[in-house]
């Protein structure tokens, strides 16, 4: 289940208001107006979906809402957990057969450790389970990259926008010096809109890219845990051995607490 992630909001708001600051330790309450100019709003905002739709096909830019969005949340997966799934999935097996696993799939949410059990189940080779299951990820990381790169890409064209708006302000007021009211306008258009690029894609583009590449590198890393799991299950594993195999992902401070744990159950153990 995912779950709102509040450091991305956090950020957001922190990284608007260290600017906001900014302004107003130079300049003043007065001076924020000064930082407001629509046309340089629309000339980056404008820019970027137009070299977005350029970029993209539509079908994909229907989801960069979606992708967004995950970048608000993220899912709560414990290793440990999984490593105890394991467990007793292995001590089940090695007790009552690998047909035996079949009841276990109802009570299991992840799709994935699902899907491997099966195969286990159906009776395949090891290296067979592995190239299957890899093959999902690899499958996985490519429809991940797809939604990131339109993030990436906005990244690239917001600061470009924002040169884009800067060269269109300063030929209006090359054009228009024997005018001093038009060179403030003409000023602020040139200077707000590399401004509002480089601010786009440096607080909201970049960093909510990275943010997901970031979730996917976990989500790999979570997957390729199960894929050890379900091959140590449908050879046969003891489970003590197994356990021991997986908890090399975890870290120092985790196996710490994994082995506090079960020293503890052990004690409670009649």
């Not at 009570?107 to 994935?112: A, G, I, L, N």
């Not at 699902?114 to 389970?129: N, Q, T, W």
């Not at 990820?137 to 690239?156: D, F, P």
């Given at each position: 289940m995912r779950k709102l992630d509040m450091l991305t909001p956090i950020g957001l708001v922190f990284g608007v208001l260290m600017v906001i600051f900014g302004v107003v330790a130079t300049g003043g309450f007065s001076g924020i107006n000064s930082f407001f100019d629509p046309a340089s709003i629309f000339i980056v905002f404008g820019g970027v979906i137009a070299g977005l739709l350029v970029s993209f096909p539509l079908k994909e830019l229907k989801h960069v809402f979606i992708v967004i969005k995950k970048g608000f949340s993220h899912e709560e997966k414990s290793i440990q957990q999984l490593i105890q799934t394991f467990v007793k999935l292995s001590d089940?097996?090695?007790?009552?057969?690998?047909?035996?696993?079949?009841?276990?799939?109802?009570?299991?949410?992840?799709?994935?450790?699902?899907?491997?059990?099966?195969?286990?189940?159906?009776?395949?080779?090891?290296?067979?389970?592995?190239?299957?299951?890899?093959?999902?990820?690899?499958?996985?990381?490519?429809?991940?990259?797809?939604?990131?790169?339109?993030?990436?890409?906005?990244?690239?064209?917001?600061?470009?926008?924002?040169?884009?708006?800067?060269?269109?302000?300063?030929?209006?007021?090359?054009?228009?010096?024997e005018d001093p009211a038009n060179l403030g306008p003409s000023m602020a258009i040139a200077l707000l809109t590399t401004l509002y690029g480089s601010l786009l894609a440096n607080l909201f583009f970049i960093p909510m890219a990275a943010k997901l590449e970031a979730q996917t590198e976990a989500e790999v890393f979570y997957k390729q845990i199960i894929i050890e799991g379900v091959i140590g299950v449908q050879s046969g594993q003891n489970p003590s051995v197994l356990r021991e195999k997986l908890s090399v992902f975890l870290s120092e401070k985790e196996r710490r607490e994994a082995e506090e744990m079960e020293d503890a159950e052990e004690a409670f153990k009649p």
């Open positions: 089940r097996a090695r007790r009552e057969g690998l047909l035996s696993l079949e009841i276990e799939l109802a009570k299991e949410p992840d799709s994935f450790v699902r899907k491997g059990i099966i195969l286990a189940v159906d009776g395949m080779e090891p290296a067979m389970i592995q190239d299957i299951m890899d093959a999902d990820i690899l499958a996985m990381e490519e429809r991940h990259k797809k939604g990131r790169s339109i993030l990436e890409k906005a990244g690239e064209y917001a600061p470009a926008w924002g040169m884009i708006g800067t060269l269109i302000g300063l030929v209006l007021m090359l054009k228009n010096l």
